[in-house]
């Protein structure tokens, strides 16, 4: 029985990242302007210098629940205006895309609060050893208020996003 489970999610995966290639989704390697994420969507879209969408992807967010990030450890995802400010071609999620939070606001509230703001926030893939997962990694918020594409995706997003880049994240 715990055969046929694994290899039903190894055939759930191969499908999945196939019919990616096979409907056309890949990335056309144009340079995104802008990065939008959509919590409560569940999606990850990427911009061009018109604000028109160049690519949509799913995403799982932070497992701590669609509210803003307010503290270090709290499992939320930010929202605000960000920027991609360096990449993690080493992370132990595949590959990463550092997010730029906190931002003056962010660290502002957490002042009052009398907290830490946290960060490491990153675009990323699915963590090393668990990419079989493919799509499958969505039926869940998972992360520590990151956000999560599968690796084929955030290979992609990689490519198209250059440092400096605007992110919003909005709920």
Request: charged share 25%; glycine share 10%.
């Amino acid at each position: 029985m715990k055969r046929f489970l694994l290899a039903a999610i190894a055939l759930i995966a191969v499908v999945g990242i196939a019919l990616r290639f096979w409907d056309g989704h890949t990335l056309r390697q144009q340079r995104a302007s802008k990065v939008l994420v959509l919590k409560t969507e569940h999606k990850l879209l990427l911009l061009d210098d018109r604000n028109n969408v160049i690519q949509t992807y799913p995403i799982a967010i932070g497992r701590g629940g669609l509210e803003p990030k307010q503290h270090q450890g709290d499992h939320r995802t930010p929202e605000g205006l960000y920027s991609i400010d360096r990449r993690k071609p080493d992370s132990r999620f595949h590959r990463a895309l550092h997010v730029s939070y906190p931002n003056d606001a962010d660290r502002e509230r957490a002042r009052k609060l009398g907290v830490e703001p946290g960060g490491d926030i990153m675009i990323h893939g699915i963590q090393n050893g668990l990419g079989w997962l493919g799509p499958l990694h969505r039926a869940v918020d998972w992360t520590d208020g990151c956000i999560a594409v599968t690796d084929v995706e955030i290979e992609e997003i990689y490519s198209s996003v250059p440092d400096g880049t605007p992110v919003e994240i909005r709920r």
